[in-house]
């Protein structure tokens, strides 16, 4: 397992919420969750390890120390919105990217831990927001895509060196074309959807 980056089209999924939690999801979310350490990020989805289910881990200090903050959300759904708030966002699949986006200032989130027990949350500040940014990766939303004319300006270049970059492993055969990467995912989606 590893993460992908932008453009790579599994980054563009609209995931499939799963049907049970089993082991293979329990082994997935912990090689999520190492994968989120070891990038030193705050939240990782299952579209950014090339999988198309409906989940992603989350650890606000980004430090597996920080036990009581490691979260894991499976069929995540945010229920109500409130307000708006604007703050610099980055993302694993997009490194070294960072602009502002506007979100809801709080929302109110249903989803299942990986005890299969339910969930339901009211968040604010940063939870909110990563929670957002999360659920958006699950519908093949990117940060990038909800920016403001100029911080897309902003980004654009950042944007194409990554294309070129995709564009070489490809060429490389490091990265399967299209149809071989969605009927990869239809099998996947068939086993756990
Ligand atoms: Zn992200």
Redesign the pocket.
């Known amino acids: 397992m590893r993460i992908i980056k932008y453009p790579h089209p599994t980054l563009r999924h609209q995931s499939k919420p799963l049907r049970r939690v089993d082991s293979e999801v329990k082994r997935i979310i912990h090689e999520m969750l190492d994968l989120m350490y070891a990038g030193q ?1 705050i ?3 299952a579209n ?1 390890v090339d999988l198309p289910y409906r989940m992603f881990v989350m650890n606000l200090e980004s430090d597996p120390q920080a036990e009581d903050q490691q979260h894991v959300f499976i069929n995540p759904v945010i229920a109500r919105r409130n307000g708006t708030a604007e703050d610099e ?6 490194p070294e990217i960072f602009a502002p986006v506007k979100r809801s200032q709080q929302i109110v989130l249903s989803a299942y831990d990986l005890c299969g027990e339910e969930l339901h949350c009211e968040l604010d500040g940063l939870f909110a927001r990563a929670i957002q ?2 659920c ?2 699950l519908d093949g939303v ?2 990038v895509d909800r920016l403001s004319d100029s911080a897309k300006l902003s980004v654009k270049e950042a944007l194409g060196e990554l294309e070129l970059e995709f564009a070489g492993l490809r060429r490389r055969g490091e990265i399967p074309d299209d149809e071989q990467i969605a009927t990869r995912l239809r099998e996947l989606e068939e086993l756990r959807t």
Do not use: K, M, N, T
């Open positions: 990020g939240g990782l989805a950014q966002e980055g993302c694993l699949s997009l940014h999360e958006d990766h990117l940060f």
